[in-house]
């Protein structure tokens, strides 16, 4: 049985005051947890010069998942009962968000990024431009999966938080990544293209899962489902001897994406989106490219030192402003969620 949209099994039961401030912050809280995801670029570059991106996925993937050890007892009892299709959600989320999405983005960077060359600001906007098509995939998923209808006065407002993000990533020409995505980098825009639409399923089948089940659960189950498909595209890429290329200098990277980005950001994540409409949390997620760019703002050794321009703060503020907005009207119905919900891709019944 489905669970109202906004109860969390886990609030029931240890009626957590952090966790009720949580969810009424909403999209702000998925935008803070998207921010910390933007703490993976000081740790995954140095990892990249000697692992795969496959290699790399596989580990942060295991250290999470040995974290939830603790909690396997809650996360079994709350998986007994689960239907095919919530079995199928979570799927989606492991196999499709962090398995192959991930290691596809990684690889993308590589693609774009030759280890050879040195940082290019333009390329490195150009690629992320394309990051920007998230919302989009996300809003129209939402729309035919979970049946969540918006009200007229959402899309001024996603359409300010996009406006804002990008005056972020496109500072100093606004109009110049068209031409440069036309004209090269083609392999990587596809990759990214499949990345961010995977991404996208990830939140809306995440905010499916969460109607049944607590934001640990789900959390957990993202990382540990998606082990065996890491495992075997790791040895596929590098063969038996991949399990021997990782070494105790990577250690401390490793720590890093696994507690920062990982981890703390996907707990507060889910813990969000039980509370947030998943078109709304789509937007929300931009936090996380505002937040890359301005740390490549920094300068050195915080940031990479790329220039920085004052429209960028504007950006920063429309985009604030935006989600800020936006969690304030969740109450008023800016995003219409049906709270029980019979996904697309095992419908029973008229829809």
């Known amino acids: 049985m489905l669970l109202p949209a906004e109860v969390d099994p886990v609030d029931l039961s240890v009626g957590s005051r952090f966790g009720t401030l949580i969810g009424r912050m909403g999209a702000l809280a998925v935008a803070v947890a998207a921010a910390m995801w933007a703490a993976d670029a000081y740790f995954r570059p140095a990892l990249t010069r000697e692992l795969s991106a496959s290699q790399i996925v596989f580990a942060e993937s295991l250290l999470i998942a040995l974290c939830f050890l603790p909690v396997i007892g809650r996360v079994r009892r709350e998986l007994r009962d689960l239907s095919l299709r919530q079995w199928i959600a979570m799927a989606i989320i492991a196999l499709g968000a962090q398995a192959f999405a991930t290691v596809l983005f990684t690889q993308a960077i590589s693609y774009a990024f030759p280890a050879h060359a040195a940082p290019d600001f333009n390329v490195e906007n150009e690629v992320y431009l394309l990051y920007l098509l998230q919302p989009v995939f996300g809003i129209a998923l939402a729309r035919l999966v979970l049946k969540e209808r918006r009200k007229p006065y959402f899309w001024p407002l996603a359409a300010c938080a996009l406006v804002g993000v990008y005056l972020i990533v496109f500072p100093q020409n606004p109009l110049a990544p068209f031409s440069s995505v036309q004209h090269g980098q083609l392999l990587a825009a596809i990759l990214i293209l499949g990345a961010v639409l995977l991404w996208a399923s990830g939140t809306v089948f995440g905010r499916y899962s969460l109607s049944n089940v607590s934001f640990v659960t789900t959390a957990a189950m993202r990382f540990t489902l998606a082990l065996p498909v890491l495992f075997v595209l790791m040895i596929i890429n590098g063969g038996a001897g991949a399990l021997g290329q990782f070494s105790l200098h990577q250690i401390p990277s490793f720590i890093g994406i696994a507690l920062i980005p990982g981890l703390l950001a996907m707990l507060l994540y889910y813990r969000a989106l039980s509370n947030t409409p998943a078109s709304m949390a789509s937007i929300a997620e931009l936090g996380y490219p505002c937040t890359l760019f301005l740390v490549f ?34 109450h008023n119905d800016v995003v219409v969620a049906p709270q029980h919900v019979e996904p697309v891709l095992a419908r029973e019944g008229s829809g």
């Open 297 to 330: 703002s920094l300068p050195p050794p915080v940031g990479l030192g790329f220039p920085f321009y004052g429209i960028e703060i504007v950006g920063a503020v429309v985009l604030v402003t935006a989600v800020t907005t936006l969690n304030l009207l969740k």
